[in-house]
């Protein structure tokens, strides 16, 4: 690891490229560096600190006065730089502005207004484990992962069938762009086409099913919480966050537990442990993991003077991995107190779409354990080369009967 001979800014710093493909590809190899070269490191290539442990990591999500989002959660500076698309009303955002729109998003997630769903989320997850059973050997990312989420979640929303395969072009556009503008970046831009425009259309709400999520937002436009302009860019933040993500998820979980047949072997004898041993899913492979804040003034961090208006890089995988708060960081273990992981963030940017992903992810884990689903990795995975999402292009699975 090249440094330069005098660190600037009292920070040690790094040539790394955290988004090399061989970096993405490997990762927890070069998070482990970066914790032990310090508690903030100096990416000279990008001219930005990097809070690669833990408690900084932590330390900025919760600071949200001095680390704003408003200046987006990506590499690019909106205070510099115009963003590609119009900001997101939740994610790039601040108080006050972010407040009532959070309060409004976040009823609508919530897990008792998300309960009519659970259902259907089972026939759904058993249909689709008939069809495993059946097959036998798949590849889990299009025939589980997508075929599941791409089912339930737009479904959800109230989004009409059809073309959803456009959803995953344009997640994959959305999270690539807050990683800089590399060839990573520009490939999922060529991709894209049509699919901006697809996209407002569907967030519409004459395009909306009546009374599901995505007409919901446009309920408090009636009840003159949000303004109309405001509600298609609310179900935007549906469209554009809530599908890679937990497609990442499922297929992350599917590995874990591929990987570890002692703990599918205890979430089959106990299916009450589920929720937590999705939650270290999350935290041992989390599907989002890089992002950025922006300091709103001088800011003090692990010691050193970050100066105002300065973007800082956060990995929320290394975070989890971090041995300074974790035991065994890198063992699968769904007994662990898993309690404090960033997987899903925290504080006022948590994830807001946790407890309707949670479901989806709870429901699929749930039946198949209960139904006494075995799986295991049949060939040669393959992880996407990603700017912020860890997941599976290729996980060819076997699944049977235990
Ligand atoms: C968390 C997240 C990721 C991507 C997009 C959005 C949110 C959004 O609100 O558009």
């Known amino acids: 690891m090249a440094q330069d001979a005098a660190p600037p800014r009292g920070a040690p710093a790094s040539d790394i490229d955290p988004f090399s493909p061989q970096h993405i590809l490997n990762p927890y190899a070069w998070h482990h560096e970066m914790r032990e070269l310090g508690a903030l490191v100096w990416l000279t290539k990008y001219r930005c600190f990097f809070a690669p442990r833990y408690a900084e ?25 115009k963003p590609w698309r119009q900001p997101s009303m939740l994610l790039e955002a601040d108080p ?24 259907g989320f089972e026939v759904e997850a058993n249909r689709l484990i008939d069809r495993l059973l059946q097959q036998r050997d798949v ?22 069938d059809g073309d959803r395969m456009n959803l995953l072009k344009y997640g994959t556009m959305v ?32 395009n909306l099913e009546p009374g599901k999520l995505g007409d919901q937002v446009y309920q408090a436009v009636s009840g ?27 297929g992350n979980a599917l590995w874990s537990f ?25 935290r041992y492979e989390s599907p989002f993991q890089t992002f950025f804040r922006t300091t709103t003034k001088d800011v003090e961090l692990a010691g050193v003077k970050i100066p105002g208006n300065e973007k800082v890089m956060l990995n929320i995988g290394s975070a989890n991995r971090d041995p300074r708060k974790w035991e065994r960081p890198d063992v699968f273990d769904v007994s662990r107190d898993v309690r404090g992981h960033v997987g899903l963030g925290y504080g006022i ?24 689903v075995d799986f295991e990795v049949t060939g040669p995975t393959e992880y996407k080369v990603h700017n912020t999402l860890r997941g599976f292009t290729k996980l060819p699975m076997r699944f049977k009967q235990g």
Request: glycine fraction near 6%; proline fraction near 5%.
């Open 175 to 206: 999270f690539n762009a807050f990683g800089p503008q590399n060839d990573i970046f520009d490939e999922s831009v060529r991709d894209l086409g049509e699919v901006g425009p697809w996209i407002m259309e569907r967030c519409q709400h004459r």
């Open 224 to 250: 003159g919480q949000i303004t109309a302009e405001e509600a298609p860019i609310l179900v935007r933040s549906f469209l554009s966050a809530g599908v890679d993500t937990t497609i990442d998820a499922v």
């Open 139 to 160: 590849d889990a990312v299009p025939e589980v992962a997508q075929a599941y989420v791409l089912k339930v979640f737009p479904d959800a929303v109230g989004i009409a």
């Open 57 to 81: 990591a932590f330390q900025i999500i919760a600071d949200y006065q001095s680390f704003s989002s408003a200046a987006g959660v990506g590499h690019t500076n909106f205070n510099k730089e």
């Open 349 to 372: 940017h948590a994830c807001i779409g946790q407890m309707i992903s949670r479901l989806e992810n709870e429901v699929l884990l749930t039946e198949l354990a209960r139904r006494k």
């Open 96 to 119: 006050p502005d972010h407040t009532p729109r959070r309060a409004i998003v976040g009823r609508i997630l919530s897990a008792p207004n998300l309960r009519v769903f659970r259902s």
């Open 258 to 282: 591929a990987t570890n047949p002692a703990e599918w072997a205890k979430v089959k004898a106990n299916q009450g442990i589920v929720k937590q041993a999705f939650e270290e899913v999350l």
